[in-house]
């Protein structure tokens, strides 16, 4: 899901209130809001709102594309503890599991820091465009595509050939099992062929056909 993660990714960013999405910091004047007005612990404080909100954020996106505690999310943790041969000792385990998803999240503090030290700041009207024109009609797009995907793979696998339109079902008299009046019987064969070979009108034309002949 590489347009999902990519498109929770920049929301990511400007929900933190971080570069290039720091309107919050830049919407006056770069030395207004609260960098004047605080000081001391309270100015701390915002940073601190600001660094458990990265570090939240990171977290939920290690747990929804990066596979959480699992090495690759191709890669289960089982196979890594059978490679490493520690699957018998869960709490050998349990702290590997613990390393590999505090590593995926502090990876993504440090991409957040880069981030802002190299991407310039938005305009707010670039911003504003960016979020309605650009992502969120990429978000809905990317929701159908996936939604029709399941369904499609979900009635394949169901047995029902949804590439192809539904036929009508065949009708209940066509069918010899579902009515006995159509079914094959000697006796009702034997009484048609006597009944033709006493019809007028085929004694009339093998007549002609004879006479011809």
């Keep these: 899901m590489p347009v999902s993660a990519f498109i929770f990714l920049i ?4 929900e933190t209130n971080r570069l290039p999405f720091d309107m919050a910091e ?15 612990l309270k100015w701390g404080l915002f940073f601190v709102a600001e660094y458990s909100h990265m570090l939240i954020g990171s977290a939920v996106f ?3 594309f990066l596979g959480g505690w699992n090495p690759l999310p191709w890669v289960p943790l089982a196979d890594l503890a059978a490679w490493l041969h520690v699957a018998s000792y869960p709490i050998i ?8 998803f505090l590593g995926k999240v502090l990876f993504f503090i440090f991409v957040f820091m880069w981030v802002r030290w190299t991407v310039p700041r938005f305009r ?5 465009t960016l979020g309605w024109q650009k992502l969120l009609p990429l978000a809905i797009g990317n929701l159908i595509v996936y939604a029709l995907a399941i ?3 979900q009635l394949h696998l169901a047995g029902w050939p949804w590439w192809r339109w539904p036929r009508a079902a065949p009708r209940p008299w066509r069918s010899p099992s579902t009515c006995p009046a159509k079914s094959f019987s000697p006796e009702r064969h034997a009484l048609r062929r006597r ?15 004879s006479s011809a002949a």
């Excluded at 929301?11 to 400007?14: C, D, E, V």
């Excluded at 385990?93 to 590999?100: A, E, M, P, Q, T």
């Design 124 to 128: 707010y009207d670039q911003v504003m």
């Design 62 to 64: 290690v747990l929804l």
């Design 26 to 40: 830049g919407e006056a004047d770069l030395v207004g809001g609260f960098h004047t007005e605080y000081g001391s």
């Design 151 to 153: 369904a499609a793979i």
């Design 195 to 209: 009944t033709q070979s006493l019809s007028p009108s085929r004694n009339v034309s093998t007549f002609r056909r």
């Design 11 to 14: 929301s990511l960013f400007a």
């Design 93 to 100: 385990l349990g702290l590997l599991s613990i390393g590999i």
